[in-house]
């Protein structure tokens, strides 16, 4: 099944018209219907508009289900609950202070999200249940995450062994950085984007913080 059966399987799910579907992801009606009768490529805007609007990305829709906020269900319920099929994971928010640092929010944002488990294992290579999700607001880190991006968290990995993007809480602040450990009691964080600088950090000095996970996967279809 192409991409284009599965969007339109999932617009019907929802019980909506396609101009319902249009303005949903910002978009006009005509372009949108151009998109969704193959006469048209699905452009950029077009994944960005799905992503911000439904929470991930399009290519997601063949190995996911979503479950509906309002009723806590699936479309296929008996699917949904077959635990040897797929898992939740939770959303949790990160809102953003400034272009440095973010708070934590530790309520969800809705639901869980349910994962094909053969999906997670593949593309992902992680057990389920130390993973989750967290939507960032900062662009810190771009180009690699963008702001507004949803990322898949591994929380079991609590220590700094190899140089990546992880997600650490100092004090009462939540940071995404790349961290590169510099020595058993050093280590460096670093911001992707340019426009702000890096900062080594003596954990000696600092013990109120904590490696909350690493980022293992950028909810654009992207493993880091």
């Not at 006469?39 to 991930?56: E, T, V, Y």
């Not at 140089?163 to 790349?178: A, C, F, H, P, S």
């Amino acid at each position: 099944m192409d991409i284009l059966k599965h969007l339109d399987n999932f617009i019907s799910s929802r019980h909506l018209k396609r101009g319902e579907f249009a303005n949903i992801i910002s978009l006009s009606s005509s372009y949108v219907s151009e998109i969704l009768s193959g006469k048209r490529d699905i452009s950029l805007k077009f994944k960005k508009g799905f992503q911000s609007a439904f929470g991930f990305p399009i290519e997601e829709l063949p190995y996911r289900v979503q479950i509906s906020p309002e009723n806590n269900s699936t479309q296929d319920p008996a699917k949904a609950t077959d635990e040897t099929i797929y898992c939740k994971i939770p959303l949790f928010n990160i809102k953003a202070s400034s272009g440095h640092e973010t708070f934590v929010n530790n309520e969800k944002i809705g639901a869980d999200l349910i994962f094909r488990r053969d999906w997670l294992d593949r593309e992902l290579k992680s057990n389920p249940n130390n993973l989750f999700i967290l939507s960032a607001e900062s662009d810190s880190m771009e180009p690699t995450i963008q702001h507004d991006a949803l990322l898949i968290v591994d929380k079991s990995i609590d220590r700094i062994i190899t140089e990546g993007i992880y997600i650490l809480r100092r004090g009462d602040t939540i940071l995404i950085k790349r961290i590169r450990k510099l020595s058993e009691n050093m280590i460096e964080l670093i911001s992707d984007n340019p426009a702000y600088g890096k900062e080594t950090i003596e954990l000696n000095n600092q013990p109120e913080i904590t490696i909350l996970g690493k980022a293992i996967y950028i909810w654009s279809g992207r493993k880091i």
